[in-house]
């Protein structure tokens, strides 16, 4: 679904991904962890091409990001959720879902509302179709963006820290969402530091350390039984 | 020396009509100005940089000189290119829009730099375009930002609009001057003028803290 071949990213004198090599199949679960700094979000949004590589190829869902124009294409079929939900603040919840859909799929309005609808029930806020983004909390915030992400009907999904910037007590509700979407298949790559949804979801957790894939592997092989030094060194820190 | 409010009196309507023609001007030259400037602005932010730098010499070039040697150039120097006369509205109005564009170009580029980087690439990363983000998600967060500042250059345009009299275009101040030329009553007629101006600029000030004050209700940030 996505490979990524010799990925560097370079942000001016700072060499911040040093050759990325991975490849992600269909309906798999992929969590990165690692230290902050150490290029997980960079690499998640080269994905995107949200920040352009300096070298290296990527291909989703075997189109290249070559030109513009296939950069909008995949964009399309890869949804992203932000740390900071970045939601439009300008436009209901029911518009920020139907807005990409409308305008880039080219959905009637009914049809992109209909879809809207059952996103936002299937995330647990049916009731707030026609609230704003600011009368939301973190949480129920975040889920709308999952939505709205959703509303494209993409083939993958990247979640960029979903749950760093919330409450405590608002985490659950917002990994709840996702652990939904990884049973139903749903190919995901997820940056994270919750080690409990690594662990329960992940098929593959990949620890990255100063622009590099440090190790891979299993959840339980990396969480009880990791090879790596720094793996070790880490993991004992926030474990 | 008395007052003469005879004079006041008559003179009034015919300065009003002018005052009609000075809004008008004004009002057509700041919606060409934001029309221009909302393009130039989002041209100075271009990843381009030919693009960029157009707009930046456009911008600099009018910032840097006076209102009232750009309209000498338009309504004297280009006529010499061209070898057509140009209509004194025409002129006036294409003065005030050039140099109102420029100013309202950075208001423009202010407005949407402040708006938070995540909205783009939450825009973005849905497939839309460049254009589509900008469109639907930034220009319309932005404006609501730029209402202030672009008051601000309403009130500026309505009172550096008196300059377009020196061509002869006959808004408010060439209104007063020729009254004046005609009856000698300088004190009373600049008097005049001057609270006809001001009357305008209050209007437009206080609407702008109307609108500025019902965005911010449903200002949903």
Redesign the interface.
Known sequence: MISIKNLHKNFGKLHVLKGIDCFIKEQEVVVVIGPSGSGKSTLLRCI?Y?EEPTEGEIMVDNIPLTDEANI??V??????V?Q?F??????SVLKNVT??PI??RKLPVAEAEQIARDLLEKVGLSDKALA???QLSGGQQQRV?IA??LA?RPKVMLFDEPTSALDPEMIKEVLDVMKTLAHEGMTMVVVTHEMGFAREVGDRVIFMDDGRIVEEGAPNAIFSNPREERTQAFLSKIL | MTFDYGLVIDSFPLLLVGAVVTIQITAISVSCGMLIGMFAGMARLSKSWPVRMLATVYVDFIRGTPLLVQIFIIYFALPMLSGHRIDAFVAAVTACSVNSGAYIAEIFRAGIQSI?K??T?????????WG?TMR??IL??AF?RIIPPLGNEFIAMLKDSSLVSVIGFEELTRRGQLIIARTYGSFEIWLTVAFIYLVMTLAISRLVDYLERRYKIDD??
């Not at chain 1, 970045?86 to 436009?91: A, E, Q, R, V």
Request: charged residues 25%.
């Open positions: 995107n949200l909008n294409r964009r399309a079929e890869v949804g992203m932000f900071r970045n939601l439009f603040p300008h436009k807005l990409a305008m880039v704003y983004p600011e963006a709205r992400a494209m | 938070d995540g909205q690439e939450a825009g973005r990363s849905l497939g839309m375009s589509q639907c998600i319309p967060q609501k949903k940030h």
